[in-house]
């Protein structure tokens, strides 16, 4: 057949594909560099680098076309382990990491970590407990898991609830996140700016589902990489001659701590769990600790990071491509402390102490954007002062460019990189959302009999609405990014995780014990969250603390995550033993090679 | 093709062996990702090239162990597999 040909072939030569797209992409930039130097407007290059990013990724979207169900759910299952690994990378490397982590690791120092532990460590879940038993059971969605491990439409539809709950929270942050960049560098306003983005999200996924995702998501992680390294590794070789920031921040560390000293600074960047006053504080600990557990397990409940691992050829790849994955995603996350500790750095020694009248270009540049960067001379003497100084924490990585003297097209790349991590997850997450819809809802709950045409355009349609209902509510500015996706995981991490892992690993679970394991915990994070959140003095009056223990609400998981697990515990040693059928079933998934026993077959 | 098909005994064999895999993974994975940095700051009055230790496993040490883990992962559990012969062709 001669479209499986085409489709063979492509896979064989993914490699020159895709070297032929990094060398274009290179050269563009350098095009746009000679450009700039011979007078072209800043405006130009920006304009330039946001649109022929974004019609590369709908050219893909449209290349990767497909109207089989195969393809547009799980991308027919040929995704070799290295590219679903990048592909996997630029589905979790969002708006959040690429914008606003190195800002957050610059303002809290060590206590930032946290972030940076708990989004790498969760992939070691990931690899040992869930991807290649989720692949050998081969269908195409989460709920389709439960649904079949759980005997029937209950537990599906408790893992559509709880995934719509956490997929949903986190795409808004996304869609908000493309709306600022939009905003920031074609010069519209934020609400038109939401719209924007999300027509270059929607190209991407509508068409060829997982297929155009998948084979964007690639492309999109090859940008947002060179973008977040290069002016990271230009400043490290400027200031220490060595192209290897990972190694020379060290040198950074060790000036940030006398010019702290010098500075009458109490909280040391690198100083672990302390507080304001510099001081050891258990408060900070319990909350790193658990913020960092909540993180891990939140990976590894994400249904649109696990459906990834539907699309490799057979368990193998599944398992070697989270290792990938999980190397591309430490590329970036090992370099944000070193964008922070140069950042703060600078900062330091040619901001703090000098005279207002005479400070740097940037930090005058950037004081103009609203919100960014404030300066505001409290005692008149003329001279900046650290408390005088408030800097957001998404100014860091946009502005690093220009702290190290770079030209304005670096800007640009750094720009078309925040938009790639963030169109890409946003990606990922609609594509998980109204897979959910159509698949679980849809298809496996409302019409069992419908064509695989119908289903397509059931799903399409989903789509659009969700992303416009997403756009709608992020262009009421509902919180911070960070905020939002640390949410999502909490949600995921206590509804998903326990039934997810005691399915595979535990045969005594059942179907009861596993839907009121996840409900019970789901519903606790989400209350813990809300009434924390919203209603402060309500919960305050109820339970005569302003939080339980002290943990702040994004680690939420961490009251419904045990809850979760000991009461599918209970609950299962309570009820009767699954059948042996299920046993089966379960002895089925748990080896790469033969059948699975799953009575409902799908065509 | 031969069958591949395990007797009840060597499946247990085959899952026990599994299991272990994941232990030993878990356990590695619990000292990195919680032990070592709640112990950071008395591992912080080591500084090496700069950084205090307990910064740098939290920054990066843990990590460089965490990818380890997965791709260890990935070729111990593919021995397991080819040694009871369920390995995919």
Known sequence: ?603 | MADKTLSLERREAYWRRTSRLMWTIMAIWFVFGFVVPAIAPALNTIVILGFPLGFYFAAQGSLIVFVVLCFWNSSAQNKIDEEFGVAED
């Open chain 1, 1 to 603: 057949m001669a479209s499986v040909n085409k489709q063979s072939d492509f896979i064989s030569n993914l490699g020159r594909i895709y070297g032929l797209y990094t060398a274009g992409f290179i050269g563009f930039t350098l095009l746009l560099a000679v450009l700039e130097q011979l007078g072209v407007p800043k405006t130009i290059i920006g304009y330039l680098f946001v649109f022929l990013t974004i019609s590369v990724y709908a050219l893909i979207g449209y290349i990767s076309r497909t109207a089989q169900l195969s393809q547009y759910y799980v991308a027919g299952r040929q995704v070799p382990a290295f590219y679903n690994g990048m592909a996997t990378g630029s589905d979790w490397m969002s708006a959040a990491s690429f914008i606003s982590m190195a800002g957050g690791l610059y303002l809290q120092g060590y206590n930032g970590l946290a972030f940076v532990l708990g989004w790498t460590g969760g992939y070691v879940l990931v690899a040992t407990l869930l991807a290649p038993y989720l692949r050998k059971f081969g269908q195409y969605t989460v709920p389709d898991f439960l649904g079949a491990r759980y005997g029937g439409n209950a537990a599906r539809a408790c893992g559509v609830i709880v995934l719509l709950a956490a997929s949903f929270t986190y795409v808004v942050a996304q869609v908000f996140g493309v709306g600022i960049i939009a905003s920031r560098f074609l010069g519209i306003s934020f609400e038109v700016a939401v719209f924007v983005g999300l027509a270059g999200i929607l190209v991407c996924s509508m068409l060829g589902g997982m297929r155009a995702v998948t084979w964007t998501q690639v492309a999109q992680y090859i940008i947002l990489i060179i973008a977040y390294l290069v002016p990271v590794v230009w400043l490290s070789t400027k200031k220490y001659g060595i192209p290897i920031p990972e190694l020379t921040y060290g040198q950074a560390l060790s000036q940030i701590y006398e010019l702290e000293n010098k500075l009458g600074i109490l909280r040391h960047h690198t100083d672990a769990f302390v507080n304001a006053q510099g001081k050891f504080s258990w408060t900070e600990w319990t909350n790193f600790l658990a913020l960092v557990f909540c993180l891990m397990v939140g990976t590894a409940s994400l249904p649109h990071i696990l459906m990834r691992y539907f699309t490799t050829p057979n368990v193998r790849d599944a398992r070697r491509s989270v290792g990938w994955s999980i190397f591309f995603i430490f590329l970036l996350y090992f370099t944000a402390p070193a964008y922070a500790a140069f950042a703060k750095l600078e900062v330091y020694s040619t901001v703090i102490g000098q005279p207002i009248a005479s400070l740097p270009d940037w930090v005058q540049s950037w004081s103009k954007v609203a919100g960014m960067l404030t300066i505001r001379d409290a005692n008149g003497d003329g001279i900046l002062q650290l408390a005088e100084l408030t800097l957001n924490q998404d100014i860091i990585v946009l502005s690093t460019p220009e702290i190290a003297g770079l030209p304005y097209v670096v800007s640009g790349l750094v720009a078309a990189g925040g938009l790639a991590a963030a169109l890409s997850t946003a990606d990922g997450l609609l594509l998980a959302l109204a897979n959910a819809l159509s698949h679980d809802v849809y298809y496996r709950m409302m019409d069992p009999k419908a064509s695989p045409t119908r289903r397509l355009v059931v799903s399409r349609t989903l789509l659009i609405i969700v992303a416009v209902i997403a756009a709608a509510v992020a262009s009421t500015r509902p919180s911070g990014i960070i905020q939002m996706v640390a949410w999502a995981f909490s949600l995921a991490a206590a509804g998903l995780f326990a039934p997810l892992v005691f399915g595979i690993w535990w045969k005594r679970t059942t179907a009861t014990g596993a839907i009121c394991g996840m409900m019970s915990g789901f519903l606790i994070c989400l209350f813990y969250l809300v009434s924390t959140r919203y209603y402060p003095e309500w919960f305050k009056m109820t339970f005569g603390t302003d939080l339980w223990w002290g943990i702040r609400n994004i680690s939420s998981a961490i009251f419904g995550l045990p809850i979760a697990f000991l009461v599918t515990y209970v609950v299962s040693l309570m009820t009767k033993a699954p059948s042996q059928e299920m046993q089966d079933f379960i002895d089925s998934i748990r080896v790469p090679v033969g059948e699975v026993a799953y009575k409902e077959k799908l065509e």
